[in-house]
């Protein structure tokens, strides 16, 4: 058997309601609704369809103990597991030797 971590990224989309005057007074009213739902873990909004959630990444951590054989990218500091590859940063691709 192998080990692995499997990543998933996770989508999920809102949609409130507003009223307002025009698009940008509709964007920033629900902007602040949405930061008001999230405060409070309130939900006065729907989510459309279903939360979609996809795999982005699959870490192959065979025989690697993946706390002590973390790589960090120089560019934007992301903390990724060890892999037997050339280790590549998940967030930015940015190859980190
Ligand atoms: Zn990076």
Redesign the pocket.
């Known amino acids: 058997m192998k080990s692995y971590k499997v990543e998933f990224t996770q989508t999920t989309t809102f949609v409130f309601d507003v009223q307002a005057e025009n698009e940008e007074q509709a964007r920033t009213d629900a902007e602040y609704e949405m930061t008001q739902s999230i405060r409070n873990g309130m939900t006065h909004h729907h989510i459309t369809g279903e939360s979609d959630a996809e795999i982005s990444t699959v870490y192959d951590v065979t025989g690697t103990d993946d706390d002590a054989f973390m790589w960090t990218?120089g560019?934007?500091e992301?903390h990724f597991p060890n892999t037997p590859e050339q280790p590549r940063?998940p967030?930015?691709k940015?190859l980190v030797d």
């Open positions: 990218c560019k934007c992301t940063c967030n930015c940015t």
